[in-house]
């Protein structure tokens, strides 16, 4: 029986509900005000979206001309602090970029040195970064030192920032460099006038540094540091598209580079991370050096790609056991620093005050998916989009190996709409275009597949059934009828069909054996997840169920993990740019099987690369050709056929009517429709969708911003060795709020105690020691380290308080005790009388003394350690010169009282005792300083 299915459409939409706003640096209380949007209108706030290019340096004066309504490239330290004065910009700032270096681990020809192919200079350069004065100096306190894939605002900052502490990665360029100085006599170089030699020739290093931001100085900061090592450093300046050529599209043994300060940017936040350590450390997903690509030499290590692999398949019992495996990547990845990260950046994204509707990402900012489907700006039907390019050589549009970059990818997140996305506050995936619910048997149990599911077979070309005693961890069922109710953009039905063929298109590619062939790197590196999956059943013209061995504590990451399709391009432009790839054999869908087979890199928006889809989609329609086994699947009653090729023509004449109007093949179904693309010209044109079933209004998808995490008040007084001690703080946030710390011996870096803080109310918690662990406390300072967190917010709120070690003061026993023990004792004069009187004078005082400064000491604790603020580095300056006034005041505080103490001891104890514990404080105080600057 045949059977031919036409798309119906749904009435119901998806409403999101606004969440609670937040303090924005720079913004008016007018913007926080209640969103209103101009129309109720199916698709965005306004009619137009202008992308355009400009010059990082210039992008403040263009905004204050009104060039731009909005810029996407994090501005310029200083020009963003010079415009948090300006009345007419709201200012909006997120840590939406990160940056890291990328070293060469490749080994050298017979007869060279690859110094980074040594694992212990590798490790020296962690120590040889000084991350410190990148973010303080280099970035003036708007960014935070980054030590691994995760941010300290991430929440799985959580799960490893004791495995951070523990590395003992902070800046040590005497020891990083003796390090290396070991490790290069070891491998046979020897150090002639200061420049490592091998085999009578200088050890140079290629260095690619990007120029466009702060990598500039970062690199130039780097370099110094290579030099005074004793390395003999290359520099080569690149902006994104020859440095990307260079890096990303070499084989490393060829050595067109040793290291490149890398960038990246976040497009939402995530709350259990398993794709950005499996891409940043495990090779197995071709972002490490050599790049999965055939013939490049590769950096293998089998124990992070097992863990990779057994994490992204969720293969664990509970949420301790995915965290124990994400620690021990960390660990290694670490011990590898084949990736060394460096610093997150806190992005300063300016917004004309006149634009309302943004919403907060709290990874991404404005960029992310939500603000321009809602912002607008009254009186207008248009925004500008300013950027630092539209276009580079490296852009490439396509939706299978393409938008590798954030200029493309920040532009196409606006065209097509997600399946799936992260919340832009939880960092947990939820329902965007689709619904679906989850039946789970994990972690331990299984459910039966049924027998009459499907699954595509490469060998055959054809959907098989899976058959009998086939089982999965867990079913999702997913419902695309909010997709199915409205057509593409350039008319057609959106349909199983379209569900179905991108479903085969993942399969093919990887295990059709001269498919895999062609694009190797996209197909090696798909079958560990497209092995997970046990079968797909189609259960009506709206719904499919698909069956995977993957489970997740969180059940919404199950539905994210197992979606068949994110439907972002009709099947035709799919097919046709696979008959182009492996039919014809003229394109690639890949950048290094391009530059393998000497093929274009297809990009739909170039006009050389659409043509030649025009072409392969002209043959196919005067063919009247469509991939009939793709679209026939195999039924109880016998099989059911998605689509016909009268439709199939129809399709193929719309895809050509709209390369004739628009000139470019960029064709999906979110909000905006691309008009124009001028790569020259470093111009895009957005034009709104208002196809009249389309599921969302500009209210629909307005988030607002976020409610974060603040410390509001902090008890820590100084800890008295040998008593019981408590740290008391309030949190101020949305949700149930916890709090987790660790206590640092800042000499030796040691981990003292490490746990979840008392709850002694929602919002107040308590830290607490023994009087043992005390006990065991050397004099010294010791550095607390507070993580705060929320049930509602994928960041995190760290703080750092110093606190100091000392001696209990030992108080005077009361005076009846001296008159029992001296009751035979005749006589007792007036002087000592007074004498007495005026140390209890001197106690008290000398109390009260301690009390202010400890109160002080509180106060620039707090200081120190605020972050993500608009006076983040005034804050540090007054920080350091009240610590600078305290440490002087104290000083001289201490050379009093110890010219007190020996004229004139405390009254009941002998003068030797006196003596003896001063002389013991000051040498203990010696060691200690000995071991801080080891």
């Not at 905004?63 to 200083?78: C, V």
């Not at 690369?609 to 329609?621: C, E, N, S, T």
Request: charged share 25%.
């Amino acid at each position: 029986m045949n059977t031919t299915w036409s798309t119906k459409t749904s009435a119901w939409l998806l409403k999101v509900v606004p969440i609670s706003l937040a303090i924005i640096i720079g913004l008016s209380s007018s913007a926080l005000a209640q969103y209103s949007p101009p129309h109720e209108e199916p698709g965005p706030a306004v009619e137009r979206l202008y992308f355009k290019a400009f010059n990082v340096d210039r992008a403040p004066l263009d905004l204050e001309a009104g060039e731009m309504d909005l810029y996407y490239f994090n501005l310029k330290i200083a020009a963003a602090r010079e415009l948090r004065d300006n009345e007419g910009i709201q200012l909006f700032e997120a840590p939406a970029s990160t940056i890291s270096l990328i070293l060469n681990p490749a080994p050298a020809p017979e007869g060279r040195l690859n110094p980074f192919s040594i694992k212990e200079v590798r490790q020296a350069m962690q120590r040889l970064i000084d991350r410190e004065f990148v973010t303080r100096e280099i970035y003036q306190g708007q960014a935070s030192p980054m030590y691994t894939n995760v941010a300290s605002t991430d929440y799985d900052y959580l799960t490893v920032f004791d495995v951070i502490q523990q590395a003992d990665l902070d800046y040590d360029p005497e020891y990083a460099r003796q390090l290396i100085a070991d490790a290069m006599i070891e491998a046979g170089a020897e150090l002639t006038d200061d420049v490592w030699h091998f085999n009578g020739q200088p050890v140079r290093l290629k260095f690619i540094m990007r120029v466009e931001d702060e990598r500039r100085d970062v690199g130039d900061l780097i370099r110094s540091a290579l030099q005074d090592a004793g390395f003999a450093v290359a520099s080569n300046r690149q902006t994104f598209a020859p440095a990307i050529q260079t890096v990303y599209a070499t084989d490393p043994a060829q050595f067109e580079w040793h290291l490149y300060t890398e960038g990246w940017g976040r497009g939402s936040p995530n709350r259990y991370d398993f794709g950005g350590i499996n891409s940043f450390y495990a090779p197995w997903l071709g972002n490490m050096p050599g790049w999965k690509e055939v013939g490049f030499w590769h950096y293998e290590n089998e124990e992070l790609d097992d863990l990779g692999e057994r994490l992204l398949k969720g293969e664990f019992a509970d949420q301790a056991e995915r965290d124990d495996m994400y620690r021990e990547m960390t660990r290694i990845g670490l011990d590898e620093s084949v990736r060394i990260w460096i610093a997150t950046v806190m992005n300063a994204f300016p917004v004309q005050a006149g634009v309302e509707g943004i919403t907060q990402d709290l990874a991404a900012g404005p960029r992310g998916l939500w603000s321009l489907r809602s912002a607008y700006k009254a009186g207008s039907d248009e925004l500008t989009v300013g950027h630092l390019w539209v276009w580079t050589e490296r852009t490439t549009w396509n939706p299978v190996g393409g938008f590798g970059d954030v200029y493309s990818s920040d532009i196409w997140r606006h065209l097509q709409d997600p399946a799936i996305w992260n919340d832009p506050f939880t960092g947990i995936p939820a329902p965007f275009r689709i619904d679906y619910e989850v039946e789970t048997a994990g972690p331990d149990g299984t459910l039966d597949v049924p027998a009459d599911a499907i699954m595509w077979n490469a060998q055959r070309g054809r959907w098989s059934n899976v058959g009998e005693e086939v089982t999965a961890t867990s079913k999702v069922v997913y419902d695309y009828s909010k997709f199915f109710q409205a057509p593409w953009h350039h008319g057609q039905p959106i349909s199983m069909a379209d569900v179905l063929y991108s479903i085969y298109q993942g399969f093919d590619l990887s295990y059709n054996p001269d498919k895999a062939k062609i694009e190797t790197v996209i197909a090696t590196t798909a079958r560990p997840f497209l092995e997970t999956i046990k079968g797909y059943r189609v259960l009506d013209e709206n719904r499919i169920e698909a069956y995977v061995d993957f489970w997740h504590f969180e059940q919404n990451y199950i539905a994210s993990y197992g979606i068949p399709s994110g439907l972002s391009t009709p099947w035709e432009m799919l097919y046709a740019m696979d008959e182009l790839v492996f039919g014809q054999r003229r394109a690639a869908f890949s950048d290094t099987a391009a530059a393998r087979y000497n093929v274009p890199w297809i990009s739909l928006v170039l006009d050389r690369d659409a043509r030649l889809v025009r072409k392969a989609m002209l043959d196919l329609r005067r063919a009247e050709t469509i991939p009939t086994d793709v679209f026939t699947l195999p039924t109880a009653d016998g099989e059911m056929v998605l689509t016909s090729s009268e439709e199939g023509v129809e399709r193929y004449t719309a895809v050509l009517d709209w390369f004739d109007e628009k000139g470019h093949m960029v064709i999906s179904n979110g909000p905006f429709t691309l008009e124009r693309y001028d790569p020259p010209a470093q111009f895009a044109e957005l034009a709104a969708f208002r196809d009249e079933n389309y599921p969302f209004t500009a209210s629909d998808l307005y988030r607002g911003l976020p409610d974060l995490i603040e410390y509001t008040e902090i008890e820590a007084p100084p800890i008295e060795l040998g008593a019981d001690y408590e740290v008391t703080l309030t949190l101020d946030g949305p949700g149930n709020l916890s709090l987790r710390y660790l206590l640092i011996d800042t000499a030796t870096g040691e981990i003292i105690q490490q746990g979840d803080a008392d709850t002694l109310d929602p919002n107040w918690f308590a830290i607490r020691m023994t009087a043992e662990t005390t006990d065991e406390l050397d004099l010294g300072i010791y550095e607390l380290v507070l993580v705060a967190y929320s049930d509602e917010l994928a960041r995190m709120a760290e703080r750092r308080i110093e606190l100091e070690a000392d001696i209990a003061i030992i108080e005077e026993e009361p005076a009846a005790e001296e008159s029992e023990s001296s009751e035979t004792e005749e006589a007792t004069s007036s002087d000592s009388d007074e004498e007495s009187s005026e140390a209890a004078a001197d106690e008290e005082e000398s109390e009260s003394e301690t009390a202010a400064e400890t109160e002080a000491n509180s106060d620039s604790a707090e200081a120190d350690t605020e972050s993500d603020t608009e006076t983040a580095s005034e804050s540090d300056t007054e920080a350091e010169s009240e610590s600078a006034a305290s440490e002087s005041e104290e000083a001289g505080s201490e050379e009093t009282e110890s010219a007190e103490a020996e004229s004139e001891p405390a009254a009941g104890l002998p003068v030797n005792v006196v003596v003896g514990a001063v002389v013991a404080i000051i040498i203990f105080g010696g060691i200690l300083l000995v071991r801080r600057r080891r």
